[in-house]
């Protein structure tokens, strides 16, 4: 089985035009989560950038407690949710935003 496409690690001020497509591995302080949408926004310096965490994040778990019987998970914390400027390390695949849409 072949090993998967590792990330490179990168500052978020230091992403380029040329990085798009590619694997990369971020830190940034998160600014905003939206549950409605599952984008999280992170910042570094004066850069910023919009990651979707709908992979790996539930919205409707956290937007509807009823879907869990009335209460939310208690072995998940959610208040990372809440915290503004804590320091986020990412990983994924880089895409270009299609103006507009966000």
């Not at 992979?55 to 407690?65: E, H, K, M, R, T």
């Not at 986020?88 to 103006?99: A, F, K, N, P, T």
């Amino acid at each position: 089985m072949p090993l998967p496409e590792h990330a490179t690690v990168m500052m978020l001020d230091c992403i380029t035009d040329d990085d798009v497509g590619r694997k990369l591995r971020v830190a940034g302080r998160m600014l905003t989560y939206d549950p409605a949408t599952a984008l999280v926004l992170l910042s570094f310096s004066s850069h910023g950038l919009l990651v979707d965490v709908s992979l790996v994040i539930d919205p409707d778990a956290v937007l509807s407690s009823a879907k869990w019987g009335g209460t939310l998970d208690s072995n998940v914390d959610y208040n990372w949710m809440q915290e503004r400027k804590a320091w986020v390390w990412v990983m994924g695949w880089l895409e270009r935003s299609e103006v507009g849409r966000v």
